[in-house]
C-alpha cells in the first residue's frame, strides 16, 4: 500500500470518528479524529515530497492539484485547532480532505493530462499561495455556514445536543476573520507573481479569458469583505454570508468554467 492510498485511508479514519463524536456525547472520537488527520496530514507531505523527488509535476493536473489542495486545507485546520479549539470543523475537513484525495489515488496513471510548463517552480510557488488562500477561504466557508445554522436555530428557538458541540458564534466569527486576514494577502501574491509568470511565458500579462476573469471577481468579492471587516466593522451574520457567497464562487471558477471555458489555466487534463 503506497502513501497515498494511506492518506485516503487515514482521512476517512478520522472522517468516522468526527461523526461519532456527532453522534455520541463522548469528546474521544474529536480527539482521536484530530490525531488521526494530524497523521494524515504528515503522511501526504511525506508523499508530495517523494513525488517531487522523482521529477514529477506537481499541481499539473487536476488530481494533482486536488491532492495538494486537500493539504493545504488539513493544514489549515490543524492551525485553526490548535488556536481556536473547535473540534467540530472536523467533521466537515476530514471527509473533504478524503474525497479530494480520491482522484490521485484512484484514477489510472496518465488518464489526466499533466501540464509540463507547470513543473516551473515559481509556477509551483504561485499555485501553493493560491491553494493556501483558498484553503484558508475554505476553513472561512465552512465556519460561516456553522454560524449561519447556529444562528437560525438559536433564533427559533430549536437548541438540541449538535448545537452544544458547536463553537461559539463568537469563535466562529473570529475563525472566518482570521481565515479571512491571512488567506487574503496569499492569494495577492499568489496572483501578482501569476502575472509576471504569464507575461514571462506566454508574451502577455493578462488575458480577459473565463477563469481569469472570474478569478479576479472572486478577489475583489474578498477585496470588499476584508474593507468590510476593517473600516466598516463587519461581522457576525453579514461576514458569514460573504465568506459563503465568496467560497460559492471558488468552487464555480474552478469547475463550471475549468469545464465549459478551458483556457490556459486548464487542469481538467
Not at 508574451?203 to 468590510?228: F, M, P
Request: charged share 10%.
Amino acid at each position: 500500500m503506497d502513501l497515498y492510498w494511506v492518506t485516503a485511508l487515514l482521512y476517512f479514519i478520522a472522517t468516522v470518528f468526527y461523526m461519532s463524536h456527532i453522534w455520541t456525547d463522548s469528546r474521544t472520537g474529536s480527539r482521536v479524529g484530530f490525531y488521526t488527520v494530524v497523521l494524515g496530514t504528515i503522511v501526504q507531505s511525506v508523499s508530495i515530497v517523494a513525488l517531487y523527488l522523482k521529477g514529477d509535476t506537481l499541481a499539473g493536473g487536476l488530481d494533482t492539484t486536488l491532492y495538494l489542495f486537500a493539504l493545504s486545507i488539513t493544514i489549515v485546520f490543524i492551525g485553526s485547532q490548535l488556536i481556536f479549539n473547535a473540534p467540530l470543523l472536523g467533521a466537515f475537513v476530514s471527509p473533504l480532505a478524503f474525497i479530494m484525495t480520491l482522484p490521485h489515488v484512484i484514477l489510472p496513471q496518465g488518464i489526466i493530462e499533466h501540464e509540463s510548463s507547470l513543473s516551473n517552480p515559481w509556477i509551483l510557488i504561485h499555485i501553493v499561495l493560491i491553494l493556501l488562500g483558498e484553503a484558508l477561504f475554505t476553513v472561512a466557508f465552512i465556519s460561516g455556514l456553522m454560524y449561519l445554522f447556529q444562528e437560525q436555530r438559536i433564533k427559533s428557538k430549536r437548541v438540541g445536543s449538535l448545537l452544544q458541540k458547536f463553537p461559539s458564534l463568537t469563535t466562529l466569527d473570529k475563525i472566518n476573520h482570521v481565515c479571512l486576514i491571512i488567506g487574503f494577502p496569499l492569494i495577492t501574491v499568489g496572483l501578482a507573481l501569476g502575472l509576471l509568470l504569464a507575461k514571462e511565458i506566454w508574451g502577455d500579462a493578462w488575458v480577459w479569458g473565463q477563469k481569469e476573469t472570474w478569478s479576479l471577481v472572486t478577489w475583489l468579492l474578498y477585496a470588499v469583505l476584508i474593507h468590510g471587516r476593517l473600516a466598516s466593522g463587519w461581522k457576525g451574520r453579514k461576514a458569514a454570508f460573504g465568506a459563503v457567497l465568496g467560497f460559492g464562487i471558488i468552487l464555480f471558477t474552478l469547475f463550471v468554467i475549468g469545464f465549459l471555458a478551458p483556457g490556459r489555466h486548464d487542469f481538467l487534463g
